[in-house]
C-alpha cells in the first residue's frame, strides 16, 4: 500500500487483488434487499398511497 498526495489531498494505492477482497468484505456486510411478494408489494404500496393521501 502506498500513499501519495495531490493537491493537498491523500490518496492511497493498493493492489488490484487486496482491492477486490476490501470491495468483497465491505459488500458482504451490506444486508440485500427484502423482497416482496406481489401481494405484499401490492397491499405495502396501497398503504403508502393511503399515507400520503392523508399528508395532503
Known amino acids: 500500500m ?3 498526495v495531490i493537491d493537498k489531498k491523500k490518496y492511497v494505492l493498493l493492489p488490484e487483488k487486496e482491492y477486490e477482497a476490501l470491495q468483497l468484505k465491505a459488500a ?3 444486508k440485500p434487499a427484502k ?3 406481489l401481494a405484499a408489494g401490492k397491499s405495502r404500496a396501497y398503504k403508502f398511497i393511503d399515507k400520503w ?3 395532503k
Do not use: D, R
Open 2 to 4: 502506498t500513499q501519495i
Open 28 to 30: 458482504l456486510k451490506n
Open 35 to 37: 423482497k416482496l411478494s
Open 53 to 55: 393521501a392523508k399528508g
